[in-house]
């Protein structure tokens, strides 16, 4: 398969690597948005870049009928005009704040876990932690929004805040960026006679780029708006 890697940071770098392992090939690399000259003979495109040039990136694909799989985030107010973009070129397109399998195992713990404790949600105060390099420019992370907007879905608390303190509605979430962690998260639910607490923690920056390639292989020759839900089929 050829891919098309948007974003050549350490990130796009990973994703190389991988694809390579994987026995792909890679027929356009760089930091600057394509063309369609520039994506002749891609078969998928991975984009990881910043929050200011993903949209242009992903409609650029859309446009050139180059399915594409995203996993840049903060710049998700653009998502519903996306998805008609999506739907315009009758197109495919797959996103996640997160793209290492275990991640998208925990989404799905942390929303079943949500989904359980609901019936007593104002019995706890949910809190959730992400970690991150210094070069992580939106806080807080897609990741650790993601988890929130589950809580939130299963009617467990109605809001998120950022490093402040919370309320009873509200999930708190604490953004701290330290030299050198890929991504922690920590999801932890805290009643008066206990705690339940789930934590994902990744060594490198591998299980994201080889989430990301195995998006891509599944997305080909596919039309339509995805997840890794249903790559994963959770």
Known sequence: ???????????????EKIAKIRNHQISFFSNESPNSMSLTNTDVAIEFT???SAFNNIKICLENN?????????????????????????????????????MNIFFEINH????????????????????HHKEKIDKPSGTAISLAKDI??????????????DTKDQI??????LEKIPGT??????????????????????????GAIIAAEWIKNKK?????????KI
């Not at 949500?114 to 949600?121: P, R």
């Not at 998260?185 to 080889?210: C, M, N, P, W």
């Not at 339509?224 to 994963?232: A, E, I, Q, R, T």
Request: hydrophobic share 40%; proline share 2%; with cysteine.
């Open 1 to 15: 398969m050829n891919i098309a890697i948007i974003g050549y940071g350490k990130m796009g770098k990973y994703v």
């Open 50 to 52: 910043q929050p200011d």
């Open 66 to 102: 180059i399915p594409i799989v995203c996993g840049t985030t903060g710049w998700l107010e653009k998502f519903p005009l996306v998805k008609d973009i999506c739907k315009k070129n009758n197109g495919a397109f797959l996103y996640s704040s997160n793209f290492s399998i275990g």
């Open 112 to 131: 079943q876990l949500s989904k359980f404790l609901s019936t007593y949600a104002t019995d706890y105060e949910v809190k959730i932690e992400e970690i």
């Open 152 to 165: 939130i879905n299963n009617k467990m608390k109605t809001t998120w805040i950022l490093d402040k303190k």
């Open 172 to 177: 708190l979430i604490i953004s701290k960026r």
């Open 185 to 210: 998260h920590t999801v932890t639910y805290k009643s008066i006679i206990e705690d339940i607490e789930i934590q994902h923690k990744a060594h490198s920056r591998d299980g994201f780029a080889l």
């Open 224 to 232: 339509g708006f995805f997840s890794m839900k249903d790559v994963l």
